[in-house]
């Protein structure tokens, strides 16, 4: 555990439940999951498929109500919120970034870029020029730059991928929740997708929750908690001054970490 | 965004704007042509009034009297009288002709007769001071030449009329228009105009007062007037109001053409909601990634609700554009030259009331459906489709559209107006939500059906079945709007038939004599001695006021009719009835007078007679009489008590029905008289005409909601075959091949059109028969017809163009790699 994160806690979730009941018998996901995430930490969530972990990403971003329980970003209280100022936190507060469909197709890459910005309220959208400022600086700093007018069908898993996380980063929010980032890339391209967010995150101060059943992606994160069956099972904080910049950062001690927990 | 989104799909919105459009078109056109019907008939009412507000008639034969004019004159609010001035008189061309007419001269004053301006076809007025001009009607000038003329008489010729001096030359330098100058007022449709010194000279003895027209002054009524009248004149005199009564053009159509425009509406709506529901799952995935992106539920909203709204606006200012253009059409081939048409947009209200249908196809149809989806959560966006949606239908809606049905069936059995609209209702709300749950089960019965096909066929109805809802949306509007199309039609059909059969009952022969202008009795007796020519009736039609109404008169040989059949008595004994009219002051009415003004069996009715007013007996009510003229049909009084009661009014003929022998030698022999034989078969022809130009609004509605259907059916299947193709590269993965792949697609598409065809075309049917009763009134009894040429070419229509819409996108699709049909998402 970073003493960055026992300063002040970005996130606090507190006894969060949640069963689902589409199917017979109702699925627990959640059984009361209590977790915190510091300022700037970059915390990676693993566990095996059914754990809940996608599940308790949806609700940290607000997307899903639990059934019990609180969340707190940046000592907000999410599922109180009514939709407008729910949906407004969330576009100035928290970026996401998913496994696929991420893009909309209809929209070029600088336009997708840009949604953040544009559905701000009139009082706080930033003007035209303002935008562009921000998209072209981002994709500049994603190498995405001759990509600018170009559709989403028009380029690869990766370059998708960095448009979606451009995305996240747009509004400047203080929270990035990744959920199996690198799952649609091959090993190369998701290193470099890795090292672009974590990258981002620590230079400006940025926290992250990354989900992931791989733990070499994991390996980026400050913190791993390991779930299973709807419970936090394990925390193992890594340390990275061995780590080597530009490459793949050390994972071979939570590897060990997690056969011997058999997930 | 929206821009995006329409640029990369641009036939979804294009679709949704053409139904809207066409339910805009379809309102707009049916109102500006009823504008223009109504406008027509209101200046043929104007007409018929001129300028009198209302009309004082003499109930004694003599007319009214110089003290009893001055009377009238002098009411308080009368502005100005117009007395019309007439008498009978012979009238020949050639001076040694042994055939003369009773022509009755009218007396012009101001270019008019009672405030009625006279319209000249040819010519100009009589000079008033002149001593030897006239002007004479259409039908006269026709029935003249065979009174010693080569021809019609022209504007040049002369006319011999009977004097005070003897049969003395007049000059004609008109001819009226038929139904102009004093037509509406006029006791006699065989009109000779001469001018106020020509009365005060050669024709003073006579002439006679039966009518004086009142103009009243500005902001005083009629009926105000009328009141002054009865008081001044007591019973001596009648009032009648020129401008009541008129005629509504369409009136027995007008609730049918409201709910059928209401039902293609709906059927609008449910298109363009179809089309709105795939669109929106279409982009399903856009709208959660926007609400990730921070989109609050009320930003979606009104994006997705500006995109309703610009579909709306387009689709009615295109559906105004082609409304205003079909009812020019329209207008062009009913309204009759010289009269004034509709403004080019119907009107403000037309105007409006097609933008609120527009709006409404709209609010009905999407909104519901942009609203639910601009609340979807987030996540839920994100998942798929079909994860998200139920698979199969809810068993309460077979159990539903079984009662609904079984409630539709019995009220077949109903006679009351009200039970067999809701059951018409019923049966259409049964078809919509039964249908779909009968869709999968049929299509597997399909697919058994044929061999060569039957795998293709048998993946097609499975891919059917798996997309329930969407099957559902598709299959119940494409069946709903066949079945109003095909009702349409049936409709139209049982509506003419019941508009050519009133011919038959009218006329015992096989041919009617008809003339331009009244004919001495004396020529019916020269024609009958035609060799071949079995019984002959003559016919003699004239205006009176009847219990205070202007209404037609037939006055008929009951004989003939007792001796050859004809008239269909809904009411009172045909026999009883026309040995009565032949010998007693009594009446037979035709049904719309009876229902119109409440008269019955053994009503006794003021008739003005002249020896004044006295009581006839209604012994008789006919489904049909003749037409009148004012868009109603005649009272019918037997010739020998009508020339009693009415002395010369009733006089002579007008039509010679005839009871055997209408052949060649007749139609030479009445040609000699300036008369025409007509065929009854040719006056049934006429008459399925005249439906036909009345139904063909009908007919209009029936082919806007195929048109919608088609609309429908490419909609969906340019979804479907979009959003199949994940599934089709996993069959062409495992082995499916391209030519099999479109044919499935193919199959997919006719089995959706056949079986909303079918169903439509069953539904059609059933919904038409009790709507067939509900729409039978008084005269208008039409009895259910099967429309197969109207069915047959909508349910082709549609196949075709299912085969039409299949085909671009399934060669796509199949020439897609397998791949980037498996990555499609």
Known sequence: MTDRTASTPLVTVSDLHKTFHISRPPREVLRGVSLTVGRGEFVAVMGPSGCGKSTLLHAIGGLEPPDRGTVAVDGQDLHSLDDERLSAFRRD??????????????????????????????????????????????????????????????????????????????????LILADEPTGNLDWSTGHEVMWLISKLCRSEGRSTVLVTHDARIAAYADRVLVMKDGTLVEEVVLDHRADTEGRPPVAGPLIARLADLEL | MLLRWWRARPLQPLLNIAVIAA???????????LIGLD??????????????????????????????????????????????????????????????????????????????????????????????????????????????????????????????????????VGIGTEGSGAAGASLSRSAVYITPREAANTFSLGLRTPLVALRAKAGLGAATLATGVERTLGPAAIAVDPGRDRQAPLGDLRPLLALLVTLAILVGAGVGAGGVALSLEERRRDLGLLRLAGASRRQVRRLLLGEVGVIAAAGSAVGILLGTLVAALVDAHYLAAGLAGPPWYGGGRALLLALAVGIGMVAIGSVPLVLRAAAMPPLAALRSADSATPRHLPGWTVLVAAGLAAFGLASLASSSRSLLSAGAGALLLSLVVGVPAAVPRLARAMAGAGRWTADSVRL??????????????????????????????????????????????????????????????????????????????????????LAGRGVGFAAIDPGVYLRHGGLRFSTGDRLTALELLDSAPSLVVPEDLAAAYGWRLGDHLSLPTVDGISDAIVVGVVEHSFPAGDGRESVLMGRNVARHLLGPLAAGFDDLVVAGGADSALGAAAAGYGMQLVRVDTVRESADAAVAHSVGLLLAVAVVTVLLAVLAVVTTLLVNIRQGMRDLGLLRAVGLSRRRARRVIRAEALLLALTGTVAGIAGGTLVALPMTRVIAGPGFAPEFTFPAVAALAAGLAILATAVIAAALPSRRVTGTSIVAAVQHD
């Open chain 1, 93 to 174: 507060r928290i970026g996401f970034v998913f496994q696929r469909f991420n893009l909309i197709s209809s929209l070029t890459a600088a336009e997708n870029i840009a949604l953040p910005l544009r559905l701000r309220g009139r009082a706080s959208r930033p003007g035209r020029t303002a935008v562009m400022e921000r998209v072209s600086a981002l994709m500049d700093s994603l190498s995405l730059h001759r990509l600018q007018g170009h559709g989403p069908e028009e380029t690869s898993g990766g370059e998708q991928q960095r448009v979606a996380i451009a995305r996240a980063l747009a509004a400047n929010p203080v």
């Open chain 2, 23 to 33: 339910g805009v078109a379809l309102v707009l056109a049916m109102q500006i042509t």
């Open chain 2, 39 to 172: 406008r027509q008939a209101d200046q043929v009412a104007a007409q018929r009034a001129g300028g009198s507000t209302l009309d004082v008639r003499a109930t004694a034969g003599a007319g009214l009297s110089a003290a009893q004019l001055g009377r009238a004159a002098g009411l308080p609010g009368v502005a100005a009288v117009a007395p019309l001035q007439e008498k009978r008189v012979i009238a020949r061309i050639d001076p040694n002709s042994i055939v003369g007419l009773t022509a009755t001269v009218v007396v012009l004053r101001d270019g008019g007769v009672a405030m009625r301006p006279l319209q000249l076809r040819s010519g100009r007025l009589p000079r008033p001071d002149s001593l030897d001009e006239v002007a004479v009607d259409d039908g006269m000038a026709t029935a003249l030449q065979a009174t010693g003329g080569g021809g019609p008489v022209r504007v040049g010729d002369s006319v011999r009329l009977t004097t005070e001096t003897g049969p003395d030359r007049f000059r004609v």
């Open chain 2, 460 to 545: 097609a109805a499975a891919n059917l079945a798996r997309r329930g809802p969407r099957t559902t949306l598709t299959i119940g509007g494409l069946s709903l709007a066949v079945a109003v199309a095909v009702a349409a039609s049936s409709l139209v059909l049982a509506a003419l038939g019941a508009g050519d059969r009133w011919v038959g009952t009218l006329f015992p022969g096989d041919g009617v004599v008809t003339s331009p202008a009244t004919q001495p009795e004396l020529v019916a007796q020269q024609l009958e001695r035609t060799a071949g020519v079995g019984e002959t009736g003559m016919v003699r039609f004239f205006n009176l006021d």
